[in-house]
């Protein structure tokens, strides 16, 4: 039978630009979220993390946005570049829980 | 340090087989997860351990996966027999305690049971 594999959204963005990467998380109790980006062939990998008493945090091109209002999440990068094409979860954690739980993923595709 | 590290890097077998997979977390971190990823379903939790104590197992598919940490940097997880639907990514990953929720990842071993 045809198997049906999850849909993972797709953003294009044409190298330089500037790109957004969106994430509806789940549970409105959490209050640590994190960021990771997963190459082809390669583990998750930590990029920025924020806590819930925060709206917004900066690191080296990334900037994640915390609205808790709508239980929304999003990920900035500045200038683009083709280093950055890979798949990006969102990941959410409750205080004094261990479990993590991830988003289904969004495929960044830079074009040069 | 060298992150975490899993072994096999790959794996393939056949139906049946007993497949083990390895595990070295960051040394220092309590807490080490095992999880699998597929097309189909994700990332998925499979269990995870904390000062080489299994808490939550509950993600394990069934009796045929069984995981151990006999000590704080090693641990293994196991697939006895194998089917072909154990076909995935396998990823250990491991954090610190309290105030360091951030997990990080070893590179997975990706077997593929024939």
């Known amino acids: 039978g045809e198997s049906v594999g999850l849909h993972l959204p797709t953003l294009s963005v044409q190298e330089g630009d500037n790109s957004i990467i969106n994430c509806a998380y789940s549970n409105s109790a959490s209050d640590y979220f994190i960021w990771y980006k997963q190459e082809s062939g390669k583990g998750p990998q930590f990029i920025i993390d924020i806590r819930s008493n925060m709206d917004k945090r900066q690191g080296q091109r990334v900037t994640v946005l915390l609205n808790k209002t709508v239980k929304h999440l999003s990920l900035q990068i500045a200038a683009t570049q083709p280093g950055d094409s890979a798949v990006y979860f969102c990941a959410e954690n409750v205080r004094g829980y261990q479990k993590v739980t991830f988003g289904t993923g969004t495929k960044l595709q830079v074009i040069p | 340090d060298a992150g975490v590290i899993q072994s096999p890097r790959h794996e393939v077998t056949e139906m049946g087989q007993e497949v083990t997979l390895r595990c070295k977390p960051i040394s220092g971190h309590d807490y080490l997860f095992w999880y699998r990823q597929t097309m189909m379903r994700g990332l998925e939790l499979l269990i995870y351990?904390?000062?080489?104590?299994?808490?939550?197992d509950s993600g394990m598919p069934e009796d045929r996966f069984s995981a151990k940490m006999p000590n704080a940097s090693f641990s293994t997880l196991k697939i006895q027999p194998s089917e072909p639907r154990d076909s995935a990514v396998y990823f250990c990953?491991?954090?610190?305690?309290?105030?360091?929720?951030?997990?990080?990842f070893g590179p997975g071993t990706r077997l593929l049971v024939l």
């Open positions: 990953a491991s954090r610190g305690g309290p105030g360091q929720e951030t997990q990080y």
């Open positions: 351990f904390n000062n080489n104590v299994p808490i939550d």
